[in-house]
Every structure is written in C-alpha cells, then in structure tokens.
C-alpha cells in the first residue's frame, strides 16, 4: 500500500532518501535484490532496506554497478555534522554520479530488448504520488526534494502534494527548480503564497526554464485575496500546459475574478475551481462571458458563493452558447425558485441547437444542492424541458435527467465515485443531503475500501443521519476523516458518532462537527450527554 506515503515527522533530505527507499523495496519482489544487496549494504555500511532506493535512482535493474556509486553516495548519510555548503556539494556529486550510472547502463545495454526491459523494470519502481503534507519543512529540505527532482534521470509526472506545510516565500523559491517533472502540484493551506510566495514561486520556474509539465495547480485555502490575483495570473502563465486551477475557500471577491478572467479566456483550462470565494451578482456576470468565450472549458465550480438569482441567470446566458462546458457547480449560491425560469430556457435552448447540429456533442450537468428551489418549481421545470435534451439537473433531493424528476441516490453517487476517489477525499459538500440521504451513503460506506476523508460540509444531515453514519464505522477501516461541518447535528447524533470511536473505530483520525448545534446550555447547564461521550474519547485517545 505504497502507492502514497505520509512522512508527518520532521523532514530532513534523509528522510526523504529512505521514503523512497521504502517505496522501491515495496514495489519489487524482495527475492530480486536478496544476495546483492547483502553484499553491497555490507560493504558500504549502510541498511540494507535503502538500497533499492539507490536501484530506483539509477535506473538500473541489478545492484552490481552500485559499489562505486554507493561509496560515494554513503556521505550522505553522515552530513548532520557538516556545513550547508558541504552538504549541498555531496549532493550535487551524489546526484551526477547516479544520472551518469544510468546513462551507462542504457548504453551498455546489448540489445533493443535488454533495453526495454531495463527501462521497463526501472518504470516499475517509479512514485507517481508523493505526499509530505503536515510536515514542517527548511529551505535547505525543500532545496534537497528540488534537487532529487530536477536531476533523478526517471522521475515524470509526479504528483506532489505539499499541504499545510507552513511554507513562506523563500521555500518557493527554492522549490521551482523541481517542477521540470512534476504534474500535479497541491499546495494547499500554506498561507505563505499570499505573503509573496506565488511571485517567488513564479520567478523561480521562469528563471529556471521549467514547470512545462504541470496540469494541476492547487492552491486553495491559503488566504488569497483580490490582491494576489496579479500573482496567480503570473505564476499561471509560467505554466503553459495548465488545465485544473483550484482557488477555492481563499477570497479573490469580484475584484480578482475581473483580473483572472482576462488569462483564462485565452487559456487551455479546462477545470476552474472558485467555491467559497465571496463572489457577488457582479461575478457572476463576468463567468457568464468567460463560459460563453472558453471554448476549453469543461467544469467550474463557484458553489458556496452569493451569486443569488441575478448572477446565476447571467451565467447561464454564457452556458447558452457553450459547446464545451460539462458541469456547472452552484450548490449553495443563494437562489431560490425565482431562477427555474432562467434555467428552463437555457435548457430548452440548448436543446434546440442540439437539434439543428446533430454532430455536436452537447451534454451539461448543472448542480443546485442546498438552495430554496422546491420540489413544486423543479416539476414545473421537467414539464417545459423537452424531452430529447441531454442536460441534467441536480437539485436537493431530486434529479431531472432524460425528460424525467426523480430522487437523487446519493449511495449511488458514493458508490460511482468511491474507485475514483480512491486514497483520497471524496467532495460531497453542499449536496443537499439529509437524514435520508445519510442512510444511502451509510449503507456503501460499510463495505468501502477506497475513500480515506469524506467531506459532507454544508448540507442538512441531523440527528438520525448522523447515527446512520456512525453506525458504518465499525466495519470501516478505511475512512480516516469525516467532515460534518455545518450541518443539523445535535447533542444526540454527536454522541452516537462519539460513543462508535471509543474501543469501536480505530482507523478515523479526524472529525468534524464545525458550526452544528451540539451543546445547548440551559440555565449555565450544558448538555451532559454530549460532554460525557466527548470525554470518553479524549480520555481513551489520550
């Protein structure tokens, strides 16, 4: 199960040295490396778990070749008593030696085949996900993972997760080096990109010449403001191949919509993600446009912003005109029945240019969770939409697809995403779910083995649904964090959730019960249900 690995203590390049040391072991059948590993550990002194790292550095399959490379690499493994600067040219040489291990074995190579099956075996150990988030970090740690990055001869598009680090400006500067490979970058909850962290790390991939790989950028939560949208513009373009762009939960305003929009217009973005940034009616027009002149735009996310009907109707006049936009997120964004009118017509709309060009592909998704629209208003919107569109709307507990309102599975929902969301979080934030709703997704989670944080922020699950939910932790040893933030939860859905973490569920390590209405107090009395069950678990997990 290395397929992503946490390192949550303290970072120094020796660590990083062994975690991939680790993930090689793990991903080769240790019968392989047994006698020479034996030998070489021996002869250089160091463990023999950290040769396969040497292995995976330089691209050769046998350890044979590593006895010259490993005499030198083992200074590594003593520098704490060394100056930064010796440090830094052990290295440098450490480095070059294993690149130039790997170009000789490709050349020595005695057929197209032997080569193949070098490089092959050397693919076979390669991370695709590397996970340091929640570590604290130095600028010489994030000098070292630069370096290890930029010059490790088959190391491609890595995802590197980077996470509440607490990284400021300097360690940015010090990463853009190491982009040249990277594919995903998720720097999310390091508020030192506002404090000139995205100008650093903007003028380092540029002076350097690389990042031409990167298709996701991550850099939500991290306090942005309409300030720093010169800064995410310039550190967008120094990535030509960016396609997923994720701001959420910072607070760009209207303002900084204005100044982005002009960059990705002309943009090959495709997924852009803006919930919870306190856009206005105003933004809302400006999407508009930006949907209607993208012509590579598939998803937009802008839930959790107070758009209401006046901003949301402008933006659906753009999704009118749009040939490429698959999914419209607007949960949560402060609409009521007011705006079926509006959607109808761009439905019934789009359904009549879909009949006139037969060959264009035109299917959208749009999602109004948790807003005021009723049930009455949804009905009167399945009577005007013909039924030959192919656009589907999501809305509380219903759902209007192919001509047809019926309720919204949210265990199905779960289940079709649970494999995609696989050692990750799945979002189900500001769906709309209920009580009801927390049933369904109780009875997949039981059985789940993929989704290790599941966010349900934002929606209407109370007292029974909260049971519902708890009542699968038992037999759920994947979740890991549970988020029911802004919910209906009371005194008696926290205790039931609670009392199945005691002795019960040892595999959850984060909960969230954020802004719900937990403990009442009466007369200077809280409610003593809640406060024992609280004190129960901290007393065990203590």
């Keep these: 199960k290395a397929s992503c690995v946490r390192c949550e203590a303290e970072f120094l390049h020796l660590t990083w040295q062994e975690f991939l040391a680790a993930y090689a072991l793990s991903q080769k059948p240790q019968s392989t490396f047994d006698a020479d590993v034996t030998h070489c550990a021996k002869l250089v002194g160091v463990e023999e778990e950290t040769v396969p790292f040497w292995v995976f550095v330089c691209g050769l399959v046998d350890t044979s070749r590593l006895e010259k490379v490993m005499l030198l690499l083992q200074e590594v493994f003593h520098q704490r008593q060394r100056s930064e600067m010796e440090r830094r040219a052990w290295i440098k040489l450490a480095l070059s030696c294993t690149a130039e291990a790997a170009r000789q ?14 490089e092959k075996a050397t693919l076979a150990v390669i991370p695709t996900e590397l996970d340091l988030s929640n570590s604290r970090q130095t600028v010489f740690d994030i000098q070292m993972l630069s370096a290890a990055l930029e010059h490790s001869p088959h190391v491609y598009y890595l995802n590197l997760q980077l996470i509440e680090c607490a990284l400021e400006a300097r360690h940015f500067q010090a990463l853009g080096a190491g982009l040249g490979h990277v594919k995903e970058l998720h720097l999310f909850g390091n508020v030192g990109l506002q404090e000139g962290g995205l100008s650093s790390l903007a003028s380092a991939v540029k002076s350097c010449g690389v990042g031409s790989q990167l298709e996701t950028l991550s850099i939500g ?7 720093d949208s010169s800064s995410i513009v310039q550190v967008t373009h120094v990535f030509p191949k960016l396609r997923r762009l994720r701001l959420g939960r910072n607070t760009v305003r209207t303002r900084g919509v204005v100044q982005l929009s002009g960059y990705l217009i002309s943009s090959i973005i495709e997924e852009i993600y803006l919930e919870d940034n306190n856009l206005d009616c105003e933004a809302g027009s400006i999407l508009g446009k930006l949907i209607c002149n993208q012509p590579n735009l598939k998803k937009l996310d802008v839930r959790g912003n107070p758009l209401l009907n006046s901003g949301v109707a402008d933006m659906l006049e753009g999704v009118k005109h749009s040939d490429s936009l698959e999914k419209l997120f607007l949960n949560n964004t402060g609409v009521d029945d007011g705006v079926i009118d509006v959607v109808s017509a761009c439905l019934v709309h789009r359904a009549e240019q879909s009949a006139q060009s037969p060959a264009v592909e035109r299917s ?4 109004l969770h948790s807003n005021n629209i009723s049930q009455d208003a ?15 709307i999501e809305c509380g507990s219903f759902t209007y697809n ?29 769906m709309g779910i209920n009580d009801n709703g927390a049933r369904q997704i109780s009875g997949v989670l039981k059985e789940d083995e993929n989704v290790v944080a599941l966010d349900l922020d934002g929606n209407s699950i109370g007292d029974e649904g909260t049971a519902a939910l708890a009542s699968a932790l038992p037999s759920n040893t994947t979740l890991q964090g549970l988020d029911l933030g802004r919910n209906r939860v009371g005194s008696k859905g926290f205790s039931f959730m609670v009392t199945q973490l005691v002795g019960v569920n040892a595999t959850l390590c984060f909960l969230s019960f954020h802004k719900n209405h937990i403990f009442s107090f009466t007369s200077g009395q809280s409610d003593s249900d809640a406060h024992a069950a609280l004190h129960s678990l901290i007393s065990q997990k203590t």
């Design 105 to 118: 074995s490709a050349d020595d190579s005695s057929s197209e085949t032997q080569h193949c099956d070098v």
């Design 402 to 430: 192919e001509g047809k309102l019926q309720e919204f599975d949210y265990g199905a929902f779960f289940g079709k995403h649970s494999l995609d969301s696989s050692g990750k979080e799945l979002n189900m934030r500001s």
């Design 378 to 392: 949804l009905e009167q919107l399945a009577r005007r939409v013909p039924a030959t569109s192919k656009d589907c």
């Design 221 to 227: 939560w991290c306090g942005l403001t309409e300030h």
């Design 364 to 367: 959208l998704t749009v999602v």
